[in-house]
């Protein structure tokens, strides 16, 4: 029964550590849950659960930031795992100013969507309620203004033109968009988000499963070593229960009436003990009177050629080497209590 749990055993074991070699935990910053395909750098993670791209970073005021080569750090604001994406901010608030200088071709990013915007310097005070004037890229006597059709330039004939760019946006925008929202797809994680981890990571309760399959499994590995453990241990302790009796029973004989000696008790003298009939057993190893063939002290069976003393009062015969230490001690037949005396 021990060897079918210890191979049980041994293959749980070994599941449970594969599992755990491919799991990829959650950590959070702030209330950003990184989670695959995202990582949180300085973490200790299996290499599968590192996708180029997107290790986050979790900085002093506890705001997890993503590094997009040629576009710079952003702060995360919030990640959508089932739509695949994510809502990022400047942290220097001029989000404007990495449009023109950013490029999402070195990532594994993508614009949900796009939307061409004019940027155009003018003069102080030109602008009006209606166009987003980007204050970070203005001066004292010039407004950076952004408008969503170049035709428009026209409008503002003291204005010039500065550049024309592609802006992600998360659906069509009427007005300039303040946050940078975009998507990714499983091809740029290496590997299908469904079956990284075994388990799907946009889906919620897929992650609170995962805990549960781990408990039982663990519960298996426990049973399996437990009950063999149990059963070893109660077989030992029965057998260390007999082989304590059987060498008490055989230490009897020397031991066991010499504790009775610190009893205050009155025995027989040498002289009286010598009168009592001997008899050697013989072969058939047959003993008259109420007798079996093992002695009662030291619960050794009768062999043939053993010396045994009979008790005068009870006919009840014992080892002499027993029998005398006994009456030594004690004038009473040890099975009968009848006095000897």
Excluded at 52 to 77: E, H, M, W
Excluded at 188 to 211: H, M, Y
Excluded at 254 to 274: D, F
Aim: positive net charge; aromatic residues 10%; glycine residues 4%.
């Amino acid at each position: 029964m021990a060897i079918p749990n210890f191979f049980i055993f041994i293959f749980l074991l070994l599941s449970i550590v594969h599992a755990q070699n491919n799991y990829c935990p959650t950590s959070y910053c702030n209330s950003v849950a990184i989670q695959f395909p995202f990582w949180r750098q300085g973490r200790q993670l299996p290499s599968n659960c590192q996708p180029t791209g997107f290790n986050l970073s979790c900085n002093g005021q506890n705001k997890a930031i993503l590094n997009i080569p040629r576009a710079g750090d952003f702060y995360v604001s919030y990640i959508n795992y089932y739509l695949r994406r994510i809502t990022l901010s400047d942290p220097d608030n001029c989000l404007p100013r990495k449009y023109l200088s950013s490029s999402l071709s070195y990532s594994p990013f993508m614009a949900i969507s796009n939307q061409n915007y004019t940027f155009i310097s003018c003069p102080k005070g030109l602008g009006s309620s209606d166009i987003y004037i980007v204050h970070c890229l203005s001066n004292d006597t010039t407004d950076v203004l952004v408008i969503k059709n170049e035709a428009a330039v026209a409008i503002f004939p003291e204005c010039k033109k500065m550049v024309t760019v592609r802006v992600p946006v998360s659906s069509y925008e009427y007005s300039f968009p303040v946050n940078f929202d975009l998507r990714w797809d499983d091809s740029a994680t290496g590997k299908d988000l469904s079956l990284i981890c075994n388990r799907s990571v946009e889906i919620k309760s897929a992650e609170n499963k995962r805990p549960v399959s781990r408990i039982f499994a663990l519960a298996f590995v426990i049973s399996s070593m437990v009950i063999p453990v149990v059963i070893i241990g109660i077989a030992c302790c029965i057998c260390m229960m007999r082989r304590n009796n059987l060498q008490d029973s055989g230490s009897n004989q020397t031991s066991g009436v010499t504790g009775l000696s610190n009893t205050v008790t009155t025995g027989l003298g040498i002289s009286t003990i010598e009168t009592y009939k001997k008899i050697t057993i013989g072969e058939s190893r047959r003993i008259e009177g109420p007798n079996g063939i093992t002695c009662a002290i030291c619960l050794a069976d009768y062999v043939p050629q053993d010396t045994i003393r009979v008790m005068p009062e009870c006919q009840h015969c014992f080892h002499v080497e027993c029998i005398d230490q006994w009456l030594g001690i004690k004038a009473k037949c040890p099975i009968c209590r009848a006095s000897q005396a």
